[in-house]
RNA sequence: GGUCGGAUGGCCGAGUGGCUAGGCAGAGGUCUGCAAAACCUCGUACAGCGGUUCGAAUCCGCUUCCGACCUCCA
């Protein structure tokens, strides 16, 4: 179908026109949480912008193989090598809890987060702790090409080495001598040869209690390794897309790449894409800083810098009107100007159902649709499709109002571009959700509306509406008849 | 301190050499019993200072401010 997707690579820094590696089979992995706590909304930001990107290349017809894994071990706080406690395990120690315990609690959670935002599960969901055997035999590859070396029974990677003959700094753009300028003298580290090197597999301390044997005793896998040995497994030794969250790209990315090079020869990933921070007052949302919040206090409005609480489509619509690769600024005011035009498009959406074509018509969809393509086409640009789709809802608004002709042809493209558009693409859906009996009440409720007003009767006209809005109902005179809406 | 990125109208946000998105808020109008919605019109914004150019918000340089990464972070 459209072959013009130009999509931004981190690696070249650079749009690149969109040519997967096995037509139409497309492999996209996506570093996925670690489940030792709530995800907040930042987190959410980049699981959207993914979903969008996997929707748009399923809807242009690509068979997108879709791999996003869940880090339930290994994942270490501070990555001083070995010397920090792994996540699960702190949080399982501090809540008495077994670790799985804890990842169980916060898979679940993260689940219902996903699907609440109408974010769609991925091809292939794999944990760490499921691929210790694949992770072993990694290390045991990247030692054997003379990549890492053993201390002890913990396996580092040597960055050092790796760099003589690879650029280590190939996808965030610095040189070693830089890296090794700015490290840190973080102490306890003297086991290893390098600063820059990382732990592959770490040896468990006594009373550690996620440990796994391998062939340098018991121990757990490093952080960076879950992913090369996933992605490897599910998608091969190269595949198209490898995304995450921009503040990846430094670390977890590039000791990712290293390993797949060490171990495979190869980059893992043609395309690498980073999507952009959540801010809040300009500044990343992060739990650290304490102006995270999670989705459900969104919803609900339980936060004290909310003023109020907005739908998850409404948060949903609020993101993806922005760029993913631009940091986008939380704030009140602009939530409620997307809960208000994400309103208004769905209103439209609606209406197009009860719209009828004119024998001829004064409106061209198709270059409508075309510059819906072409927005997506230019890396995913949904801000761009957006204005586009308000340009449609205009066409529906007069269309309604009779102050515009369509013909059936160009009725019927669109609607589809509508459906394909906002439902598909965007992932977005009508919350209004009517039950199956109140449409029907409505429409009565709004027939002795329509007699009392013929009868000049606006006490009870205006008492019916007030009173329905009390309750969360909006209706509309309009020249066409009554219509409805949930407040 | 090092590396990188950004500064767009009241707010959020696209764009990136000429045709100056979009949403929300605001002003005026049409419609309406009154509202609401919808439609039409409007505000002429691109941090500052230089430079390149017939022409720059868009390219180059400098300055200021902000942020990200270098500790774990989507």
Not at 103 to 114: D, H, L, S
Not at 236 to 244: A, L, P
Request: hydrophobic fraction near 35%.
């Amino acid at each position: 179908m459209e072959q013009n997707l130009f999509v931004y690579n981190t690696l070249s820094r650079k749009k690149e026109k969109f040519v997967p590696l096995h037509p139409p089979l497309v492999g996209m992995y996506v570093c996925g949480p670690t489940v030792y706590s709530d995800v907040h909304l930042g987190n959410c930001r980049t699981y959207i912008s993914f979903d969008l990107i996997f929707r748009y290349l399923t809807y242009l017809g690509y068979k997108v193989r879709y791999v996003r894994n869940v880090t339930d071990a290994g994942h270490l706080e501070g990555d001083a090598g070995d010397e920090g406690e792994d996540k699960i395990e702190k949080k399982a120690k501090l809540e008495h809890l077994e670790p799985m315990e804890i990842a169980q609690k916060y898979t679940i959670g993260f689940r219902e987060v996903m699907q609440i935002l109408n974010i769609l599960p991925p091809s292939i969901e794999p944990t760490a702790t499921g691929h210790i055997i694949e992770q072993i035999e990694l290390v045991k590859l990247i030692l054997q090409n003379g990549y890492a070396y053993e201390v002890d029974g913990t396996i580092y990677f040597d960055v050092e080495k790796y760099n003589k003959t690879q650029d280590y700094g190939i996808l965030s753009r610095r040189n070693l001598e830089d890296l090794l300028a700015n490290t840190r003298d973080l102490g306890g580290q003297e086991e290893k040869r390098g600063p820059l090197d990382f732990a592959l597999w770490i040896k468990a301390k006594p009373g550690h209690l996620m440990k796994w044997p391998s062939p340098w005793g018991l121990g757990f896998p490093g952080w960076h390794l879950e992913c090369s040995a996933m992605s490897n497994k599910y998608l091969g030794k190269q595949f198209d897309i490898h995304g995450g969250g921009l503040d990846l790209v430094p670390t977890h990315h590039t000791n990712e790449i290293a390993q797949n090079m060490a171990a495979c020869h190869t980059n893992p990933a043609k395309y690498w894409i980073h999507t952009n921070m959540l801010t809040v007052n300009g500044q990343k949302m992060s739990k650290s800083l304490g102006n995270s919040f999670l989705p459900h206090e969104l919803f609900t409005g339980q936060n004290s810098i909310l003023n109020k609480g907005y739908s998850p489509m409404t948060v949903r619509f609020f993101i993806l009107q922005a760029h993913y690769r631009s940091t986008l600024d939380f704030g009140n005011e602009a939530m409620q100007a997307s809960e208000k035009g994400f309103k208004r498009l769905m209103n439209a959406f609606t209406l197009l159902d009860k719209l009828e074509a004119s024998a001829s018509g004064e409106v061209e969809i198709a270059p409508l649709l075309q510059r819906c393509y072409d927005a997506m086409n230019d890396d995913f640009n949904s801000p761009v499709l957006i204005a586009e789709l308000f340009e449609a809802s205009r066409i529906v608004n007069s269309v309604y109002d009779k102050s515009l002709r369509i013909d059936e042809k160009n009725l019927s493209l669109l609607k589809q571009l509508m459906h394909d558009f906002i439902v598909d693409v965007l992932g977005l859906k009508n919350e209004q959700a009517a039950g199956d009996d109140l449409p029907n009440v409505m429409n009565m409720i709004m027939e002795l509306r329509k007699d009392a007003k013929q009868n000049r009767d606006y006490a009870t006209s205006d008492k019916i509406r007030e009173g329905l809005q009390k309750i969360g109902f909006q209706l509309n005179d309009g020249k066409e008849g009554m219509t409805w809406s949930k407040l």
